[in-house]
């Protein structure tokens, strides 16, 4: 059986946005058990990771799932982050699991870099909506989409595109500046890098407009 590296490391599958029920937590807990897997971490992406196990152990888990890894998915959106927004949190403004959750429609878009989306249920903006790829954030009248952001090594606040969005002004906004993305950003380019090279009032006349 080979070793995995160390610092390696696979994601779960499932759980979304964070959000878990009691018993998906304890099929994970019996599958950690039953593998001797004696630590898991809870990602930045709200995701949970196995790490330091062995390739065989990771493809074991995932069928205690009932899934396999499966061929690698095309470039796009990596992950969808959400805080506990209207529903769970006083100061939410707008429910943002739900907005999450309707926004995994756009993860099938190939882009030319992988992007994260962080959507906050108001402007405290705990997913950190200005330094993600693709943010959006609640204020009483709706939602505020936000492009560009990144929080990495170089990071970039995003560029607020338009506000007081409905659900299904937001999704479609989203849509449109990921395609106008993806059909004029160089390959590997984050959506921070064309930011910066982007005049962005053509942008938003682009994906604004008509
Ligand atoms: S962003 Fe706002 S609604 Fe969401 S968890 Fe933070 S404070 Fe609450």
Redesign the pocket.
């Known amino acids: 059986m080979s070793e995995q590296h160390p610092k390696s490391y696979n994601i779960l599958p499932g759980p979304k946005m964070g959000l878990v029920t009691p018993d998906y937590l304890e099929a994970v807990a019996a599958a950690a058990r039953k593998h001797n897997i004696p630590l898991l971490k809870l990602t930045s992406a709200q995701r949970i990771a196995i790490g330091g196990h062995t390739p065989e152990a990771a493809a074991a888990i995932w069928q205690d799932f009932g899934q396999t890894e499966g061929p690698k998915k095309p470039v796009g959106i990596h992950y969808i982050q959400s805080?506990?927004?209207?529903q769970w949190?006083k100061?939410?403004?707008q429910d943002?699991p739900v907005l999450g959750k309707k926004l995994e429609a756009l993860m099938t878009i190939p882009l030319p870099a992988k992007a994260k989306v962080g959507v906050?249920?108001?402007?405290?903006?705990?997913?950190e909506s200005f330094v993600r790829d693709l943010g959006i954030?609640?204020k009483k009248n709706g939602w505020t989409l936000v492009f560009g952001g990144n929080g990495g090594g170089l990071p970039r606040i995003g560029d607020i595109i338009a506000q007081d969005l409905s659900d299904d002004g937001v999704i479609a906004l989203a849509e449109k500046c990921l395609q106008h993305y993806a059909a004029n950003a160089r390959k590997l380019e984050r959506t921070a890098r064309f930011m910066e090279r982007t005049d962005l009032e053509q942008f938003k006349g682009a994906v604004l407009g008509g």
């Open positions: 805080c506990p927004g209207v949190c100061f939410g403004r943002s906050s249920g108001c402007p405290m903006s705990c997913c954030f609640g």
